[in-house]
């Protein structure tokens, strides 16, 4: 079953189960989960998990069935996660932090490494902006909040910009590529495959890719109390992705046909996505130092901006099996 959800109604869903579980306290006793909630995005592994049927195959013999909710960007995914109208979602580095800012109820729970040439600032092709350094004072769009949010901060930071620099736009894709076509804005950081999809286009010209920054972390994060109700169950699911991942990384054009058949998007497009420099399926784990490390560093960038209001301890919110146990 594949719904989409919207930020609005995710909340709407997310408050109304807080209402009942007030009118009705025997729901707070935890149970066998019988349906597995996940929230996707066109990018990223559970693109191929969906468009595989491996979480149904996995789940089947337990009697957990599966549903499916497409965002287009991970801060509203986190926050249905966070409300608990999803169990299990994927995104990019930043959304995690922003939702853990606002104290929401969910945890890591899994990671992955990005691809070097994941994110990039795009301007159109007749544009007179050569170089970062050009973007001074233009209006420059990216989802707040987001993995472009961070490649933004830290690509002007190269050529000595902050954000203060340039006129921010907060804007999720579909908003922001209507607004690069109309040239409403003079640049746009965006994420694979939405990066594919327009670079791809004859009026859009790549200005810098995030290769030079090195390569990121993605993750899978658990609502807390799913996490905290059904160990097993989130083990399994990241054993899966992780499983999927490798796979799929060694049969690229069956994943690449996959992919476009599960997201919509041509094959050239997802060919393009999954075959940047560095890009790599497998490697899938649940959370190891080494990516609590680096996320700590991405939430202290964003707390010494005085774009979050508290700093964070990542490791505090980490889910692990032995953890659980």
């Known amino acids: 079953m594949t719904i989409k959800l919207t930020r609005r109604a995710a909340l709407g869903l997310g408050a109304g189960m807080g209402a009942a579980l007030l009118a009705s306290p025997a729901i707070l006793q935890a149970a066998p989960a019988k349906v597995l909630r996940v929230g996707w995005q066109k990018g990223g592994l559970l693109g191929l998990v969906k468009g595989s049927g491996a979480f149904e195959k996995a789940f089947a013999d337990q009697g957990i069935a599966v549903s499916w909710a497409e965002f287009t960007s991970g801060p509203p995914l986190l926050e249905a996660l966070s409300a608990n109208a999803l169990d299990f979602g994927y995104t990019g580095n930043v959304p995690p932090i922003f939702a853990h800012a606002a104290r929401g109820n969910l945890v890591f729970v899994g990671a992955g490494k990005g691809s070097l040439e994941g994110h990039a600032i795009l301007v159109p ?44 736009q907060d804007l999720s894709p579909p908003d922001a590529i209507a607004a ?6 003079g640049a746009w950081t965006i994420w694979d495959p939405y990066f594919a999809m327009a670079e791809a286009r004859p009026n859009t010209r790549v200005l810098s890719t995030t290769e030079e920054l090195g390569a990121e972390y993605n993750f899978y994060s658990a609502n807390g109390d799913y996490a905290r109700e059904n160990p097993e169950l989130i083990r399994k699911a990241v054993e899966v992705v992780a499983q999927t991942g490798e796979a799929g990384q060694a049969n690229l054009p069956e994943t690449v046909r996959v992919f476009a058949e599960a997201t919509g998007l041509s094959e050239e497009i997802m060919n393009r996505s999954l075959t940047r ?13 080494e990516h609590v490390a680096y996320e700590q560093g991405v939430a202290d960038v964003f707390f010494d901006l005085g774009i979050i209001p508290r700093k964070l301890d990542i490791a505090s919110v980490v889910w692990t099996p032995e953890t659980s146990s």
């Open 125 to 168: 092709t007749d544009s007179p902006i050569q170089t970062l350094a050009e973007l001074k004072g233009q209006k420059l769009a990216f989802k707040r909040g987001s993995s472009a949010h961070y490649a933004t901060i830290k690509l002007l930071e190269t050529v000595g910009l902050t954000l203060d620099d340039i006129q921010p």
């Open 180 to 185: 690069f076509d109309a040239k409403a804005i």
């Open 277 to 289: 420099k560095g890009a790599n399926l497998g490697g899938v784990s649940f959370v190891r130092p």
